[in-house]
């Protein structure tokens, strides 16, 4: 298999009725890490764009029928196609007048004369980039789902021994309720860097944080360290999040409120939850899923114990 | 014209961009921030002594990029959140006083005493998070430190009006500029986002009885500073008798009597303290 950046073949359009820059482009790397289907019109393109996304689309200025402004502008604006990484092909004349950036969404441009290299450096950094902004939580910044799957499967493919630990927040929606969203958040972002901090500070380890997002984390760690790095994630998040409370509850460790039935109810302060699944020696996962679904299993004792606490799979390893 | 003095000095109060220390803790922090296996607690005890360090970290993890401004005022938190390599990239990029740093030895004594001195009020009051009046008592005198860098001129002008007016420096400053350093901790607290008991504690020590929100704080602090003031560890800048609030021991709830087992309790972490030498 050919070199690529990618973890599967993109598909890749492009709208030019330059053959010479076609003849260019889909020489710049082997069929099986990218695909370009060429259109030489632009308007005919745009249902095969918004039918069937690809993942990559590069529309020359030169087109006869719309301009690649407007291209751009009818993926951009509608947020289902937004994410697709777009890059205008100019002619360096093009550049004569200015560019109003913010209204021509693209993620990049080529100017002609191409040479190959560069672009193809462009390009790639130019999806990867993409990809990234995409996958990022928008609160964290942490990678998201699309990312933490792709490690997961990483791991599971190179048969790694791994640890992979689901950490919640108990009484989160009591808390949100009570002080509101952007109180939640200050605590989401808490929680992040407590989690982020306490896996870096294993000095060359090969970790891995995500953010699933809301209350939702995962940390990959190396199995024989996971437990030590649970035990320093609860009892650094139990010390910082009392002064995320008010003093009054801070104090009487406990927030007291009154439920859709008029019922007063009191909920404790704030606790993590860790759930740990291994992938090791015999008991190796065989897909990301088979860890989430054990991983909720373990969960729900762990949410047994008001308290922080961790647990670990203990199915024969 | 008083308040024109005072919207200037404000100004070139909070553009403060370098705030440098001294070179004793920062070379001891330096050497453990090269050190990948150093723990965070190390870091944090020797952060803790140096009242420039702890205010740079306090006031990065409290800005409004870490998403959580105003909760966070112990040192040892503030590390955790921040990172190693945040850590490491606010030690490599401070600078040494490169003069004033006799001037500044004696102030950096007396915050670190006032820091224990805190400490130990607080816990004789029975209040809890003790450390947090440590911060408050390390950061009392902050004010000073700022504006003996961005206005020295004015820094001097009141340097010289306690030498031949016999002034206490607090009087001193309001005798030049119309207010104290009070007054610049509650700019510097209030635009670093700082937690509220802290920023209480460095702008209403000198009349703890006016502290809004966190009167406990500033009337520790207030008690600390004057402890350390009995004992003659380093200076604030003057060599006057410090006056003891009756109000500040009434707030929690203290006797005279129970001075007696806090200062014992306080020459007793001095002397562990007190032969490091800070330059």
């Known amino acids: 298999m050919a070199e690529t950046p990618f973890s599967r073949r993109q598909n890749a359009f492009l709208l030019s009725p330059d053959p ?58 509608e947020n289902v196609y937004r994410q697709l990484p777009v890059i205008l ?37 130019t999806m990867l980039r993409a990809m990234r902004a995409l996958d990022a939580n928008p609160l964290s910044k942490l990678p998201g789902n699309t990312s933490i799957i792709q490690r997961i499967q990483q791991c599971i493919d190179r048969n790694e021994d791994f640890a992979l630990a689901y950490c919640d927040l108990d009484y989160f929606k009591s808390f949100n309720d009570k002080y509101g969203f952007s109180r939640g958040d200050e605590v989401l972002m808490m929680t992040a860097r ?31 360290l996971v437990e030590e790095a649970c035990r320093r994630v609860v009892q650094t ?61 373990l969960k729900k004792k762990a949410k047994e114990n008001p308290k922080s606490c961790y647990v670990l799979d203990q199915r024969e390893r | 014209m008083e308040e024109d003095l005072k919207t200037s000095v404000k100004g070139q109060i909070l553009s403060i961009k370098d705030l440098p220390t001294l070179p004793k803790v920062l070379d001891e922090v330096s050497r453990l921030v090269q050190d990948p296996n150093a723990n965070t607690d190390e870091i944090a005890k020797i952060i803790s002594r140096d009242q420039v360090l702890s205010a740079k970290v306090l006031k990065m993890v409290n800005s409004p990029v870490y998403g959580f401004p ?39 004594e007396h915050s670190l005493g006032c820091a224990l001195a805190a400490n130990v009020v607080a816990r ?22 700022v504006a003996a860098v ?58 703890p009885e006016t502290a809004q929100l966190y009167p406990e704080t500033a ?19 003057d060599d006057q008798a410090a006056v003891l609030s009756k109000k500040a021991l009434d707030m929690l709830k203290l006797k005279l009597s129970d001075m007696d087992r806090i200062l014992d309790e306080f020459a007793g972490q001095l002397a562990e303290v007190s032969d490091l030498d800070m330059a």
């Open chain 2, 219 to 237: 009337a520790a602090v207030h008690i600390g500073d004057w402890i350390v003031r009995i004992y003659e560890y380093g200076t604030g800048g």
């Open chain 2, 124 to 145: 004789a009051a029975g209040l809890a998070d003790p450390e947090e009046y440590s911060v408050a008592g390390l950061l009392h005198d902050l004010g000073k430190v």
């Open chain 2, 70 to 108: 105003g909760r966070i005022g112990t040192v040892q938190h503030a590390l955790v959140l921040l990172g190693f390599n945040v850590v490491r990239g606010i030690i490599i990029s401070t600078s040494v006083f490169d003069m004033m740093i006799k001037a500044m030895e004696g102030l950096w």
């Open chain 1, 237 to 297: 998040f139990d010390s910082i999040v009392p002064h995320f409370y008010d003093a009054e509850d801070r104090t009487r460790g406990s927030i007291v409120s009154v439920d859709r039935q008029g019922e007063t109810r009191t909920f404790p302060l704030m606790a993590v939850s860790i759930a740990v699944v291994f992938s090791t020696g015999a008991r190796r996962l065989s897909h990301a899923g088979e860890a989430a679904s054990i991983a909720m299993g």
């Open chain 1, 20 to 77: 010479d820059l076609a003849k260019l482009l889909t020489g710049l790397w082997p069929d099986e890490v990218m695909r370009f289907t060429v259109f030489e019109r632009g308007r005919r393109a745009i249902e095969h764009l918004f039918n069937d996304p690809p993942d990559l689309l590069v529309v020359d200025n030169r087109l006869p029928d719309i301009s690649g402004a407007e291209v751009a502008t009818l993926v951009k604006s």
């Open chain 1, 89 to 125: 092909v100019l002619d360096g004349s093009d550049l004569d007048h200015s560019w109003d950036w913010d209204q021509v969404e693209v993620d990049d441009f080529l100017v002609r004369p191409l040479r190959g290299e560069e672009a193809r450096a462009r390009v790639n950094l």
């Open chain 2, 150 to 207: 961005q206005m020295p001129e004015l820094h001097e002008a009141v340097s010289q009006a306690v030498r031949e007016q016999d002034l206490r420096w607090f009087e001193a400053e309001r005798a030049v500029m119309g207010f104290g350093h009070d007054r610049i901790n509650a700019w510097l607290a209030r635009h670093w986002n700082l937690p509220g008991n802290i920023r209480e504690g460095m702008s209403h020590h000198h009349s």
């Open chain 1, 194 to 224: 407590v989690i982020v901090n306490t896996i870096r500070a294993f000095a060359g380890v090969r970790s891995f944080v995500g953010h699933v997002g809301g209350d939702d984390f995962v940390f990959i760690m190396p199995p024989d």
